[in-house]
């Protein structure tokens, strides 16, 4: 197995147990391409596509029976995306699955014609990846988790847990700036009169010296905007912050789980277990075009109450009664 690209053999241990597939079964069956921002290591894959593989399982798909599973990677390089795209499109593949808007549109790129079901971050409409939620058009589809709404709604729940906040600090990843989290969070914390040190960080390195700066810059709470590579520094946030006394408000639930304090989102989980129906539709011949794009109508409050203890907080109980997972 190369790292950045696996197919059979992997999988068939993981998922069905022992199976000799021959070549000429390979090139009957269809074939579904993962295109990560990470590796293509067993662990890895499981871990971001682990809900949507058992989706498929679900749906009576069985590695090397009635489909074979190709993976590309980029390396942990937003700009290697669109090369492991290429890749996929060569090997061929019959459908590509994403896990984030960047991935997706770095798929949209390089193809029009390979069907892309992705998890959606921002606006697929503004960013030109479909013509509407309804009717996409073209060869892009899947679930969105995207509402204007969402970033003010995380800052309003920070305010209620900490009344008296005055400032936060943004991190941010320029190298998804075409993603509109950075002016909904400006806008949200002007309404509620929360000023904002925005800070970019590309690599995880730059945690180590910024999350200190924010602290002698006087902010009260770290606000984690959406970015894939940020996703991956849950823990190291969730220390560096604890070091500082910081609060932290994110957009997942694996950084409560991983130590920070706050974190509003839709289940991921869910949404990945989601698109395996709309690569078991498209596989029998539905026009990705014509499935529409599908947004969550449940949103899930995490928190640490850990962490909040380590940093002697007492959050209010109209807080504690609103989580749906409460971490101890």
């Excluded at 890749?87 to 960047?102: C, N």
């Excluded at 920070?260 to 991921?268: F, N, P, R």
Aim: glycine share 8%.
């Amino acid at each position: 197995m190369r790292q950045g690209h696996f197919s059979l053999a992997y999988l068939l241990a993981l998922f069905v147990g022992p199976f000799a597939a021959s070549q000429g079964l390979a090139a009957t069956v269809p074939h579904v391409g993962l295109l990560t921002y990470w590796d293509c290591s067993p662990g890895t894959v499981q871990a971001e596509f682990g809900p949507f593989l058992k989706g498929l399982k679900e749906l009576g798909y069985r590695m090397g029976e009635s489909f074979v599973l190709e993976c590309q990677a980029a390396g942990k390089s937003y700009d290697r995306l669109a090369e492991a795209a290429r890749k996929l499109v060569q090997l061929p593949v019959d459908v590509i699955v994403t896990s984030s808007q960047p991935a997706g549109r770095a798929a949209h790129q390089v193809t029009d014609s390979v069907p892309i079901v992705s998890i959606v971050s921002g606006d697929p409409i503004s960013a030109g990846l479909v013509a509407s939620l309804a009717r996409p058009g073209g060869n892009f589809t899947g679930v969105s988790y995207y509402a204007t709404e969402l970033t003010a709604k995380r800052l309003e729940l920070l305010k209620e847990a900490i009344p008296g906040i005055v400032t936060i600090g943004v991190l941010a990843n320029p190298d998804v700036s075409y993603l509109p989290f950075e002016a909904d969070a400006m806008r949200a914390a002007e309404k509620l009169g929360i000023g904002v040190k925005l800070h970019h960080i590309r690599q995880p390195a730059d945690l180590d010296v910024t999350i200190p700066e924010m602290k002698k810059e006087g902010v009260q709470a770290i606000f984690v905007l959406p970015d894939v590579m940020l996703a991956g520094e849950a823990a190291h946030i969730a220390v560096l912050a604890l070091e500082q006394r910081l609060l932290t408000m994110a957009w997942a639930p694996w950084y409560p789980r991983n130590g920070c304090l706050l974190a509003y989102s839709a289940d991921y989980a869910k949404m990945l277990h989601r698109l395996a129906f709309y690569v078991d539709r498209i596989l029998k011949g539905t026009n990705p075009g014509d499935l529409p794009i599908e947004q969550p109508t449940t949103f899930e409050l995490s928190i640490n109450l850990k962490t909040a203890n380590a940093l002697g907080i007492d959050l209010p109980q109209t807080v504690l009664l609103m989580a749906d997972e409460v971490i101890e």
